[in-house]
């Protein structure tokens, strides 16, 4: 599976992006793509999933209210959509794809990994 994760930018607090992942190779029908971000410094985090039939969300509690994370089957790709950007929110951006199914917020339980999308947010 190959993943290429895009759509990071500069942006002022109190705007928004739209992260994308597509995905390529093997039939994701089964698995769970996930986002993660990485701030300088820190440990990366879980931030949101979803199963690749769009029948299951989870998003990291203190960002639920801000993203909206979704998938387009036809164009094999998921969105991450962030509203109200704070600048704590500056990190690289991760997608990620998990064959296990469970453990959603664990880096380790995730197989595939995309080259991450710088997202900063400028105070």
């Known amino acids: 599976v190959q993943l290429q994760a895009s759509g990071g930018g500069l942006v002022q607090a109190g705007g928004y992006l739209r992260l994308s992942c597509t995905a390529s190779?093997?039939?994701?029908?089964?698995?769970?793509m996930g986002w993660f971000r990485q701030a300088p410094g820190k440990e990366r985090e879980f931030v949101a999933a979803?199963?690749?039939?769009?029948?299951?969300?989870w998003y990291a509690d203190p960002e639920k209210a801000r993203l909206t994370i979704s998938r387009d089957n036809a164009k094999n790709t998921v969105d991450l959509q962030m509203n109200s950007l704070k600048f704590e929110d500056t990190a690289v951006y991760y997608c990620?794809?998990?064959?296990?199914?469970?453990?959603?917020?664990?880096?380790?339980?995730?197989?595939?990994w995309g080259q991450g999308t710088q997202v900063t947010v400028s105070s």
């Open positions: 190779g093997r039939t994701l029908s089964s698995y769970v």
């Open positions: 979803i199963t690749w039939a769009g029948t299951g969300t």
């Open positions: 990620a794809v998990s064959t296990r199914g469970y453990g959603l917020d664990k880096v380790y339980n995730y197989d595939y």
